[in-house]
């Protein structure tokens, strides 16, 4: 489930972005006993890899002859478990300013506020945003009854919900937020789904016992006023236009990636990528890193293996900002007791 936002932390590394690069960062500084917060817009960790080819075999990951995009995620998140670290999904990070310390305060757009010593920009392609729907009136009621995100299930506790879109997010919440509210109805423009074909049955069995109203069609307006949608206006060709009743939409039309907030903080762009130095993955704003798809020097190729390798040149130099009175001691894990002991392996 989401954090709620709005609590305050204090770590040793800010990492933004769960792909694979920001969750492989997570375990190149654990072996150096730094401990990182990780936030992402998306609602998982994997980036790319879970969210756009889940499914499609990798086949350059070195010693995997073949792994697939939702597999890699999962070993990666394994195998950085023992550094435990602390997760904020669907969370934008937001703003960064520098403190008098000098160490980094960065806040998510719903008011999370971490503290750190050092900042990773792990952004890739930049953040996914949600594609949203040609209609009129969104910003009307964008955040007051029209959502692209579930952040808490709570907030449609009692309400009559449209879920529009035809893919696994649209599917999975018509089946999870079902128990909680007082109506479902589920608007897609034709009657085929492109989700896993368990949860397109869970969805059918409850439009069979009454507890979800199918409807398709093209959506044509939304209804309402003062930010209360009351309905939304749909086009088919066998019924004309029709209302469904609703009090919050959720639109699932998708995802796109976009530079996002990191634009605003002050940090050297090229083509909206990072320039870093390549001894140490270092941006033109001290304390701040940049790693994976979106760092920029000559020759950066946009691989995961590429991000890897800037993953460990990053974390020995972050750990001069995080641990300035400590000497960092280079370490193969063959034959440290200490990281063996911090992995649990003997
Ligand atoms: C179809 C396809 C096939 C590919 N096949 C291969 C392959 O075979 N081999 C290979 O090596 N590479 C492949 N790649 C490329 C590979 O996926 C990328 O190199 C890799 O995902 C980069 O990892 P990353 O962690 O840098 O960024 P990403 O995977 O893009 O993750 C970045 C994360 O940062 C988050 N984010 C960004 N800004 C913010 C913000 N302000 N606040 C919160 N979150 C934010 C995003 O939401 C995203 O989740 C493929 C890519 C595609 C699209």
């Given at each position: 489930m989401p954090d709620a936002g709005g609590q305050s932390h204090k770590t040793d590394v800010i990492i933004i972005g769960g792909g694979p690069v920001g969750l492989f960062a997570v375990f190149e500084l654990g072996l150096l006993g730094l401990a990182a917060h990780v936030v992402d817009i998306l609602d998982r960790p994997g980036g790319q890899c879970a969210?756009?080819?889940?499914?499609k075999a990798i086949l350059d990951i070195p010693s995997r002859m073949k792994v697939n995009g939702q597999e890699l995620t999962n070993d990666l998140m394994a195998q950085i478990a023992p550094f435990k670290p602390i997760f904020h999904f669907q969370q934008m990070a937001e703003k960064i300013e520098r403190l008098d310390n000098s160490h980094w305060r960065m806040v998510t757009d719903i008011g999370t506020v971490i503290e750190a010593p050092v900042v990773v920009i792990a952004g890739g392609g930049g953040s996914f945003m949600p594609k949203k729907?040609?209609?009129?009136?969104l910003e009307e009621f964008e955040g007051k009854s029209l959502f692209?995100?579930?952040?808490?299930m709570e907030q449609f506790r009692g309400k009559n919900v449209l879920i529009a879109g035809g893919g696994d997010s649209a599917l999975d919440w018509t089946v999870n937020l079902n128990p909680v509210v007082a109506g479902m109805s589920l608007v897609h423009r034709r009657n085929e789904f492109r989700g896993v074909q368990a949860t397109v049955d869970q969805m059918y069995a409850l439009v069979k016992e009454g507890k979800v109203n199918l409807a398709i069609g093209d959506i044509l307006r939304m209804n309402g006023e003062n930010g209360q949608l009351r309905s939304v206006t749909l086009k088919s060709s066998e019924k004309g236009e029709f209302d469904v009743p609703c009090d919050a939409m959720l639109a699932f039309y998708g995802l796109t990636m976009k530079l996002g907030p990191i634009a605003d903080w002050g940090i050297n762009l090229e083509n909206n990528r990072v320039p870093v130095s390549?001894?140490?993955?270092?941006?033109?704003?001290?304390?701040i890193f940049c790693i994976g798809d979106m760092c920029s020097y000559p020759g950066k190729l946009k691989l995961i293996l590429s991000g890897f390798h800037e993953s460990a040149l990053m974390a020995h130099a972050c750990f001069h900002y995080a641990r300035p009175n400590q000497k960092l001691r280079f370490e193969h894990t063959t034959s440290s007791s200490a990281i063996q002991a911090k992995l649990g392996v003997s």
């Open positions: 969210e756009l080819y889940p499914e729907p040609k209609l009129e009136r692209y995100a579930v952040r808490k390549t001894e140490s993955f270092e941006t033109s704003t001290p304390g």
